[in-house]
């Protein structure tokens, strides 16, 4: 119970208080701790989480920029094919957690090149570890996302323990031309994660244009949970 209702303190940042910085220290002891507690398919852990502290500004500002003209590309093609009638002119509000924070995570795969001794007895076996080859990174990408997942999930309940608020986009280029200008980043992204201290909430924005919280809700259980 004590966990359910840590999480459920969790709300999307609209903008962090960014005279407030989470000591490099205590986001250390956050991953270390992340890393200690998540699982992953014979312990390959096939993704790099890459940390942009607060002095990273510039770098942070190139990925929002590639989020917003993901977004404005995504809609003119929906305004082309017909599947909405317009698209919006403004960047969206609620990606400016990616440019103002304490602390930005880029979770990319990464290809693995030392199996444990048990994984690597299999290999001599003739087990194929896909994980260990480059050309197979597209290949797993779902496997490796739902593993990003489970890392982002552990972190954000060891971070909402300590009040350190977390948001969340997968909104951005799938192409990895289009991060040429971010040369550590080998492989597509798959998640970017932002920490720090919360000034504004997306649901009080909400909230202050008149909306209630029922009106921006969860589908209900049973939408979403099929018993067979």
């Given at each position: 119970m004590d966990s359910l209702l840590t999480l459920m303190k969790r709300k999307h940042v609209a903008s962090?208080?960014?005279?407030?910085?989470?000591?490099?220290?205590?986001?250390?002891?956050?991953?270390?701790?992340?890393?200690?507690?998540?699982?992953?398919?014979?312990?390959?852990?096939?993704?790099?989480?890459?940390?942009?502290?607060?002095?990273?500004k510039?770098?942070?500002?190139?990925?929002?920029?590639?989020?917003?003209?993901?977004?404005?590309?995504?809609?003119?093609?929906?305004?082309?094919?017909?599947?909405?009638?317009?698209?919006?002119?403004?960047?969206?509000?609620?990606?400016?957690?990616?440019?103002?924070?304490?602390?930005?995570?880029?979770?990319?795969?990464?290809?693995?090149?030392k199996p444990t001794r048990y994984c690597q007895k299999q290999i001599e076996e003739g087990h194929y570890a896909q994980e260990m080859f480059d050309d197979q990174v597209n290949e797993i990408i779902n496997t490796t996302s739902i593993e990003v997942g489970m890392f982002a999930s552990h972190l954000t309940l060891f971070c909402m323990e300590q009040d350190i608020d977390v948001s969340y986009a997968v909104c951005m280029p799938v192409l990895l031309k289009n991060w040429q200008n971010l040369p550590f980043v080998k492989h597509r992204p798959i998640m970017l994660m932002s920490l720090g201290y919360g000034g504004k909430y997306r649901s009080q924005n909400l909230q202050a244009m008149g909306w209630k919280p029922e009106d921006d809700f969860k589908p209900e259980i049973n939408e979403v949970v099929k018993w067979i």
């Open positions: 962090y208080n960014i005279d407030i910085e989470i000591p490099k220290g205590t986001v250390e002891k956050l991953l270390h701790k992340t890393w200690q507690a998540t699982s992953s398919k014979n312990n390959f852990m096939p993704y790099s989480v890459h940390v942009l502290g607060p002095d990273k510039e770098e942070k500002i190139l990925v929002w920029k590639k989020c917003v003209a993901k977004q404005q590309y995504s809609e003119d093609q929906a305004v082309k094919q017909g599947k909405i009638k317009k698209a919006q002119t403004k960047a969206n509000p609620y990606y400016n957690h990616i440019k103002e924070n304490s602390h930005l995570l880029i979770f990319t795969p990464r290809v693995c090149d």
